[in-house]
């Protein structure tokens, strides 16, 4: 303020002697007139100082000023100053994180909000073949054109990785993974996984072909010891009884070598021709009653269907997740439980639940009830004649169907087994009649 009134006095004195001067020359209004131009002369004398600083010199010295205006030079130089500072600060920060992108074996490369590159280090120009020359300011998908990074790309759900050859070299497998920040800005990172592939797919190539030879012999085998229950009665205890363990732990073979197969089929085959629109609460009923065979009358099942929309997909493999997680609950559940088979809108999408009131799950263990072989209680388990894959069924029919599973369960409250599917996988009852009947 003190500044201000200096300033104002300043200018106030300069107007007032103008007006003296005319009067004395019996010129007054002239005088003023004279005392106003000599004001703004002054003050465009200032700004056409401060113009020049910040057009021709913006990093010397301010003009020399004095009053109100030599502060506002100071100031804004000192600011200046302090924005200088914060973006050489920046500068060497974005330098630093540039240089340690560089040192990386894996891709790195920045998109702005739009998709379009921005920056990648040289571990990113080999694997995607990108040039600088040409390619900064072009969208990704301009050059990375496979259908399914477009549609990876555009989903906006990076949770989960995708696997892709490299678009210069087919025998190149990598990981691509995409991270949201910034304002709306995106960071992909591609990864070399061609090793990891290869023995990835040598093992699921060596699962299948043993299990595929396991099931001849086990085939005769069974065949074999089904000749002799008919004489089982007319064995000695002992002999019966090693008959009885022989064809149930051949049973158990031929359960686990079939799961086996059916999982390297999942994990092998494209997704199948088979996909329709199916009728969920016909396909709830069909699993209902093979689950109370199963059960003989040891637990209370029941079917709920508030879902109007069919689900889009493989009638085998849904029938076979589902039953997977129905089955189980029949065998872990415990004698005089309720079972759920409810069909239910999830949001905007829909979802298949199979729920029980029985013994529940430690959450401690949830993470890993998909792995395959990973057993809560391995003593029970193997009573019951589980084979330990169910889930990991469950999970790749899921994933093929652009779904996924949640389970949620505590022990003495139950299990809810909740498969979420994608509105993409759902359809109207009265448009497939219409396809139907076109």
């Keep these: 303020m003190r500044l201000w009134s200096r300033e104002l006095w300043r200018l106030a004195l300069i107007i007032a002697s103008a007006s003296l001067a005319g009067w004395l020359l019996d010129a007054a209004m002239p005088g003023l007139a004279a005392g106003l131009a000599i004001v703004l002369l002054i003050q465009l004398r200032q700004l056409h100082a401060l113009h020049r600083w910040l057009t021709r010199h913006p990093h010397a010295e301010p003009p020399a000023a004095r009053g109100l205006w030599g502060e506002l030079f100071d100031r804004l130089y000192k600011y200046q100053k302090a924005q200088r500072i914060t973006q050489q600060r920046l500068r060497d920060t974005l330098k630093r994180i540039q240089d340690s992108s560089e040192a990386m074996s894996d891709s790195v490369v920045m998109l702005d909000r739009r998709g379009d590159l921005e920056w990648w280090n040289s571990a990113a120009g080999q694997m995607l073949g990108l040039q600088t020359v040409h390619d900064r300011g072009q969208h990704i998908t301009n050059l990375l054109r496979d259908p399914r990074f477009i549609d990876y790309?555009?989903?906006?759900?990076?949770?989960?990785?995708?696997?892709?050859?490299?678009?210069?070299?087919?025998?190149?497998?990598?990981?691509?993974?995409?991270?949201?920040?910034?304002?709306?800005?995106?960071?992909?990172?591609?990864?070399?996984?061609?090793?990891?592939?290869?023995?990835?797919?040598?093992?699921?190539?060596?699962?299948?072909?043993?299990?595929h030879e396991l099931r001849t012999p086990l085939t005769v085998l069974a065949g074999y010891l089904e000749t002799y229950t008919?004489?089982?009665?007319?064995?000695?205890?002992?002999?019966?009884?090693?008959?009885?363990?022989?064809?149930?732990?051949?049973?158990?073979?031929?359960?686990?070598?079939?799961?086996?197969?059916?999982?390297?089929?999942?994990?092998?085959?494209?997704?199948?021709?088979?996909?329709?629109?199916?009728?969920?609460?016909?396909?709830?009923?069909?699993?209902?009653?093979?689950?109370?065979?199963?059960?003989?009358?040891?637990?209370?099942?029941?079917?709920?269907?508030?879902?109007?929309?069919r689900l889009v997909g493989s009638e085998q493999e849904l029938r076979s997740a589902i039953s997977n997680l129905v089955f189980n609950a029949v065998r872990y559940a415990g004698d005089g439980r309720h079972i759920t088979l409810r069909w239910r809108a999830h949001g905007n999408a829909a979802c298949l639940e199979v729920e029980d009131d029985g013994e529940g799950i430690d959450p401690v263990h949830i993470p890993r009830l998909t792995e395959r072989f990973y057993r809560v209680d391995k003593g029970r388990s193997t009573a019951t004649g589980g084979t330990g894959l169910g889930l990991a069924i469950v999970k790749h029919v899921l994933l093929r169907h652009d779904a996924h599973l949640e389970i949620d369960s505590h022990p003495g409250q139950g299990a809810r087994f909740r498969c979420v599917f994608p509105t993409s996988r759902l359809a109207r009852p009265n448009a497939v009649n219409a396809s139907q009947q076109a």
Aim: net charge negative; charged share 30%; glycine share 4%.
């Design 153 to 211: 790309f555009n989903a906006r759900d990076y949770r989960e990785p995708l696997t892709l050859p490299s678009p210069i070299d087919e025998r190149q497998m990598l990981q691509f993974q995409i991270t949201l920040y910034g304002d709306d800005e995106r960071l992909l990172m591609a990864r070399d996984i061609t090793r990891l592939h290869r023995l990835e797919q040598m093992r699921r190539d060596f699962v299948a072909n043993v299990s």
């Design 230 to 309: 008919d004489i089982a009665d007319q064995l000695p205890p002992r002999l019966a009884r090693g008959l009885g363990q022989m064809q149930a732990q051949t049973s158990r073979m031929q359960n686990l070598v079939n799961d086996l197969l059916l999982l390297s089929r999942l994990e092998i085959d494209r997704r199948g021709d088979d996909e329709a629109p199916l009728a969920v609460d016909t396909l709830l009923e069909t699993i209902r009653r093979d689950a109370e065979s199963l059960s003989a009358g040891r637990h209370h099942l029941h079917v709920e269907c508030e879902e109007p929309r």
